[in-house]
């Protein structure tokens, strides 16, 4: 359950050692644009004996390889892949890639005889991606997209502004094929990491579409993004009464039912029963 | 005679420095020699040892990094110096 | 040697920590001077004059901090006139007095008693190079020493910014600005002979903060200091996201407690960890619209905003930090100067400590019983003090320790500290990164926390975690030769210092 991803460059011991205080519901350990091309070596070692020997709390792990395209790929996948993580994050997405990847993670888990199957959470930042979006979104293991501005403005030529106008169109596609195909639409990091009202403005937009998570490229903003992406109390207090009524004797074997002069069914039931496990996961109840 | 390095002498880090030679020598320098000599000692022998080394000279300049952080930057300046051969 | 009541082995002869110190309140009197020809050309006609000789305790503020010339400008003048077994009393010791370095390692100074040591010196005495015995004091616990009669000073030499022929004098005109003198009253009224060392005469004082009764001698010299080192550039709020994290914590668990309320009196330091908890605490003041009765301590431009946008109501100031400072203890007339004696003398029942609501205070290391070291690092050397730390955890209703739990390897959390400063009765929370863990014996704190579901650890888990972290670190073994004590406030021996093994 995804609200606030935090990136942390994988050379960095400082941060690594400090990922798990944050808050963050999962980590984004980088391989790629944090780290120089003559340290990836460097970066990849120490993220995998960091994983294997430091004790961290408990949170989703994701690690953002580079390209499929590049050489290093299968090296860092041999490395990085184990029970220990669980989610790869693949830049510069197409169908095509996320199928090699798909693959790919395939055989090494059987290699190593993982235990776990390793998820997939595609950046959807090239024009390219925009166009595939829904083709990705439906590869399996996919459990997630998120939406790469930075990159995609360049792709599409045109300046990143703070009103982000020009990924509006990108933005709620990928929202789309992910909620059509019951995955987490992960918004763009908003990069001005002083910015805090700017920061807000931003994720309360992106949740207004319908983003249900946003990445932070800086500590200070997991907590912003955590607050806004929670259920709010009233949320809470509702999905609680619909539950409570549904489980009424004179409730429980219908398939639908009447709460306050609306029809209560069984999405909305359903979907009352995530928000609550939510709620006591994030410590809101 | 080669020699490669890794890591940076920032704060949690270590600058690991690897030499080729006839013997297994460990010079360590550190902001918590006092504290964590043998430790950080012992992480280097065993890693050594995983690798199969019995000849290297390994000078580490340590700021106070945490054990994995010693291993990964000894393993990766034994990487570099077989690269280099 | 004997146990005190917190374990820590000290000399005999001492009162131990938590016996009653028999003669700690007692009060010598008040030496006004009756000389009325007071000018003298040079620290070295004051020698003369006043016939300094070897054996004698010499005593300094310190306001100029590291760009104090005038402690040094006397270190010359002892070692041209070769002194020995002088005792030095200044309330704090900085870098810039590495001079003093050569005179500890040839016997001219032999004895130091301050509050606050850091630098060559602070390296030179943990080596074991002073002949004689240092001892810690605490910034309330200096003016209790004097007051008694225990510290006898036999000169002060008072750094002043701005006097007049008289002798009186202020920290707020001239070249060499410092802002308040808080440190220096006692030394002013209570040693034998006081000389005012000035690089600015005036017969129009703004204000003076000096009287002139007490003053036997004033001479005039080029400069008293260096602004760069009295002044430091303004620290800012810490950008470091792990300490922000803890800044954030604070006020949380401030705000848990319902010590965010109209009337709050607080006290926090100079650090970039500090500094973000006063921001972070004048948003929630803004935003919540709350007045707060008084900020005290050293003053930094941060708390000078707060109290120009009325956040709290007065300044109590016993040092300045920044040129701000300064120009709101010039301008603002509810920015008040107190003497050290006043901010936190244990002998006196109306000090300010003792009306503080929260002080926010840092540790180089913490124990398990909460007992809190600043005054040495972990590995024996010293590098810093109580200074206002034993005082402020004392006399506030909460005080609460900020520090990492793991900093480059180094857990905080010991089971014995290496030094003991603060006892940890006088602790009450301790914010890290990894969590909060609240002291025992504050069952009144942990009841509300519990209330509002605000979640806790115990220290015990903040120990294991660290541990767990960075491994179990080798204990040291200290040397088996004395170089000091500490000396909390009331006159008790606290602690002993060891010299270093090298």
């Known amino acids: ?285 | 005679m080669l020699t490669a390095s890794a890591g940076t002498m920032e704060s949690n880090d270590c600058l690991m420095i690897v030499s080729e030679s006839d013997q297994l020598t460990i010079d360590l320098e550190s902001i918590v020699y006092l504290q964590f000599k043998d430790q950080i000692e012992k992480v280097i022998r065993e890693t050594l040892k995983e690798k199969g080394i019995e000849k290297l000279h390994v000078h580490c300049q340590d700021k106070g990094a945490l054990d994995y952080t010693i291993k990964a930057r000894l393993l990766t300046a034994i990487e570099r110096l077989e690269n280099m051969r | 040697m004997i146990k005190n009541s917190l374990n820590r082995m000290i000399l005999e002869g001492f009162t131990p920590y938590g016996d009653k110190h028999p003669n700690s309140c007692l009060k010598i009197n008040h030496r006004p001077s009756n000389n009325t020809n007071k000018q003298l050309r040079s620290i070295t006609d004051a020698f003369d004059k006043l016939q300094i000789k070897d054996g004698m305790t010499l005593s300094f503020h310190h306001h100029l901090r590291d760009g104090d010339f005038v402690l040094n400008m006397v270190l010359d003048e002892i070692k041209k006139r070769n002194l020995k077994h002088i005792t030095l009393a200044p309330s704090s010791i900085f870098p810039i007095h590495e001079p003093m370095v050569e005179l500890i390692k040839h016997g001219n100074i032999e004895n130091i008693v301050t509050n606050y040591i850091n630098g060559p010196v602070a390296k030179t005495v943990s080596e074991g190079y002073l002949k004689g015995f240092l001892t810690m004091d605490t910034h309330g616990g200096r003016p209790r020493a004097i007051e008694s009669g225990e510290l006898m000073i036999d000169v002060a030499f008072i750094a002043t910014p701005a006097v007049n022929s008289f002798g009186d004098g202020n920290g707020i005109q001239g070249p060499s600005q410092c802002g308040a003198l808080g440190y220096m009253m006692s030394d002013l009224m209570y040693a034998k002979h006081r000389v005012v060392i000035t690089d600015f005469m005036t017969e129009d004082l703004l204000i003076k903060e000096i009287d002139g009764h007490y003053v036997d001698y004033i001479v005039q010299v080029d400069k008293i200091g260096d602004p760069q080192g009295i002044v430091s550039g303004t620290t800012k709020p810490t950008k470091d996201p792990v300490q922000l994290k803890i800044a954030k914590d604070t006020i949380k668990v401030m705000d848990a407690l319902g010590l965010i309320k109209d009337g709050l009196s607080f006290q926090t330091g100079a650090g970039g960890t500090s500094i973000a908890v006063a921001e972070i605490l004048r948003k929630k003041m803004i935003e919540n619209n709350i007045k707060g009765s008084f900020a005290s301590g050293g003053i930094t431009s941060y708390l000078v905003n707060m109290h120009e946008e009325g956040l709290f109501n007065e300044l109590y100031d016993v040092q300045c930090f920044d040129l701000e400072a300064i120009r709101s203890y010039r301008d603002n007339p509810k920015h008040h100067p107190m003497s050290a004696s006043k901010y936190a003398n244990p002998c006196h029942e109306s000090v300010l400590v003792n009306d503080l609501d929260v002080v926010i205070l840092g540790a180089t290391e913490i124990d398990l019983n909460f007992n809190v070291n600043v005054t040495t690092d972990s590995h024996g050397y010293l590098m810093g003090g109580s200074g206002g730390h034993s005082d402020t955890a004392f006399g506030s209703k909460v005080s609460i320790i900020t520090s990492n739990l793991v900093k480059s390897r180094t857990p905080i959390i010991k089971e014995s500290v290496t030094a003991l400063t603060t006892p940890g009765s006088t602790v009450d929370i301790f914010v890290t990164e990894r969590g909060i863990a609240i002291n025992p014996k504050r069952k009144d704190l942990i009841q509300k926390l519990n209330e509002v579901s605000f979640p806790m650890m115990t220290i015990e888990d903040l120990y294991h975690k660290s541990i767990e972290i960075t491994g179990k670190p080798t204990p040291l073994i200290k040397s088996d030769k004395i170089i000091g004590h500490i000396r909390y406030r009331d006159g008790s021996i606290i602690d002993t210092l060891y010299q270093v093994r090298k």
Request: glycine share 2%; charged share 30%.
């Open chain 1, 1 to 285: 359950m995804r609200r606030s991803l935090l990136f942390i460059p994988s050379n960095s011991p400082a941060m690594l050692q400090n990922a798990d205080i944050f808050g963050a519901d999962g980590v984004i350990f980088d391989l790629e644009d944090a780290v120089s091309i003559s340290e990836k070596d460097a970066a990849r070692t120490l993220l995998d004996t960091f994983l294997t020997m430091y004790p961290l709390n408990k949170l989703e792990i994701i690690v953002r390889i580079n390209q499929i395209e590049t050489s290093i790929t299968s090296k860092e996948l041999e490395k990085i892949v184990s029970d220990r993580i669980d989610t790869i994050m693949l830049p510069k997405a197409t169908k095509e890639s996320t199928l090699i990847l798909l693959n790919q993670l395939r055989n090494i888990e059987h290699e190593k005889k993982l235990t776990k199957k390793i998820n997939i959470i595609p950046i959807i930042e090239m024009a390219t991606s925009v166009l595939e979006v829904s083709d990705i979104a439906k590869v399996e293991r996919v459990n997630g997209l998120l939406l790469g501005a930075e990159d995609l403005a360049s792709d599409l030529e045109v300046p990143r502004t703070l009103e982000s106008l020009e990924i509006l169109m990108p933005r709620a596609l990928t929202i789309l094929a992910a909620k059509a195909h019951k995955i987490d639409a992960i918004d763009t990091p908003f990069i001005h990491k002083d910015d805090d009202e700017g920061l807000v403005k931003d994720a309360k937009f992106a949740k207004q579409l319908g983003m249900n998570a946003k990445a932070c490229i800086h500590p200070n903003q997991v907590e912003i993004i955590n607050e806004i992406f929670s259920p709010s109390m009233a949320e809470i207090h509702q999905a609680l009464r619909i539950i409570e009524a549904h489980e009424r004797p004179e409730n429980i074997h219908k398939g639908a039912f009447s709460l306050d002069g609306k029809m209560v069914d069984k999405p909305i039931i359903d979907r009352a029963h995530k928000l609550i496990e939510k709620a006591k996961a994030w410590h809101l109840l």
